[in-house]
């Protein structure tokens, strides 16, 4: 069973389209977050969400919206794309808001 | 805030020989230290984490790493290292707040890539 699922796996589409990323977890964890991986293989987070509640929102433009409709799901979507937003897109959970952090697959976006 | 530097991008290294990681981080707070691996084309998966006790920490698949504070470093090593090493390395680290528990926001260092050759 997978505990930290995301989807898709790899994403291609045009600038100025509208796309989602799916997350869910199965671990009964109550806090989400939402990681960017640029090229150059940095990972820096965008969001988290602590039982539903957005806990942290890093300076991330607003074109990126986080929408968690119940603790297992958090869900990242991305409005107006450009070129710029071409990385790879990791979820992860934690049992509780400060515990170990368990990553999901990624999902690839690349726009062009 | 805290951030933290992987001195090496690349470490080549033979089947069997020991190998050593370096992360180095830098906070004006106390940090958890975490390292992660990330094989090709997968998410991220814990290796090991420091959180008190023991300054020497041993994780999984044979890795251990060592905190030493009056360096700010926390170095990873493994001393004889696997085809199947091969992958991407994280140092991480998390600020605690001040009731004990980690801030949870974790700050990565730029990546390691560990290449075994046969």
């Known amino acids: 069973d997978t505990a930290v699922s995301q989807t898709p796996k790899y994403l291609v589409t045009q600038m100025g389209n509208d796309k989602s990323i799916k997350c869910e977890q199965n671990l009964g964890h109550d806090t989400m977050y939402w990681y960017k991986q640029d090229s150059k293989k940095f990972l820096k987070i965008m969001f988290s969400y602590n039982n539903k509640e957005l806990i942290i929102n890093e300076t991330v433009p607003n074109r990126f919206s986080p929408k968690s409709p119940d603790k297992a799901h958090l869900n990242l979507h991305i409005n107006s794309l450009e070129l710029g937003d071409s990385a790879v897109y990791f979820c992860a959970s934690s049992q509780k808001w400060g515990y170990q952090q368990y990553f999901g697959p990624g999902t690839r976006l690349t726009v062009t | ?115 075994v050759h046969p």
Do not use: M
């Open chain 2, 1 to 115: 805030a805290q951030s933290v530097t992987q001195l090496d991008s690349q470490v080549p290294v033979f089947e069997e020989a020991p190998v050593e990681l370096r992360c180095n981080y830098s906070s004006s707070v106390s940090v958890y230290l975490f390292w992660y691996v990330q094989y090709p084309n997968q998410g991220l998966q814990l290796l090991l984490k420091y959180l008190s006790g023991s300054t020497l920490v041993k994780g999984i698949n044979g890795f251990e790493a060592e905190f030493n504070k009056s360096q700010t470093s926390f170095h990873l090593r493994k001393p004889s290292v696997h085809i199947s090493d091969t992958a991407e390395y994280f140092c991480a680290v998390s600020r605690i707040n001040a009731g004990g528990t980690s801030y949870g926001k974790l700050t990565f260092g730029q990546g390691t890539i560990l290449t």
